[in-house]
């Protein structure tokens, strides 16, 4: 009797670990949000309407964030029409050390300032620098991304996406 126990305890186990993984793995749609790009533009998530988007979750004293921003400048500059990549700023990054980096490095694609922290609030899986968010054309998030990404990897997928 004891092992019957035992053994429906594992088999439960397993089914709850199986459903959760079901779970986290639903895809989400993209919220409604609002960006403020550097250059005082804004911009609507209905503005990327049938474009693969990409946001990356960054700040000037990641150093893997700054690691990372030569692949995502190759990214966009290879599927800039296809895609709208926004590296978006973490609240906490100063506007100004935010504008100097863009300048500096000659970012190509849209930064946005996140100063008040409202785009990250709408995703509360980003808690650690640089997180990447990728959704397809429809806006359904298809792999969120923690830490360094890999050329490679990223080129692929935004390859089927698109």
Not at 35 to 64: P, R, Y
Not at 75 to 81: L, S
Not at 113 to 141: A, C, E, W
Request: charged share 25%.
């Amino acid at each position: 009797m004891r092992e019957n126990k035992k053994k429906l305890l594992v088999v439960f186990f397993i089914l709850s670990i199986i459903l959760s993984l079901f779970f986290i793995n639903t895809p989400k749609t993209l919220p409604e949000l609002e960006f403020n790009i550097l250059g005082d533009q804004k911009l609507f998530t209905k503005d990327l309407e049938n474009k693969v988007v990409i946001l990356n979750f960054w700040a000037t004293d990641c150093a893997t964030c700054i690691k990372e921003m030569p692949a995502l400048t190759q990214i966009h500059n290879k599927y800039k029409n296809d895609i709208e990549l926004i590296a978006v700023a973490m609240p906490y990054d100063l506007p100004s050390r935010v504008i100097n980096f863009k300048d500096k490095n000659q970012i190509p694609f849209k930064i946005a300032l996140d100063s008040d922290g409202k785009i990250l609030q709408k995703f509360n899986k980003v808690r650690l620098t640089p997180t990447t968010i990728i959704t397809n054309k429809n806006h359904i998030i298809q792999n969120t991304i923690i830490g360094e990404i890999n050329y490679e990897s990223l080129d692929k997928l935004i390859s089927n996406l698109r």
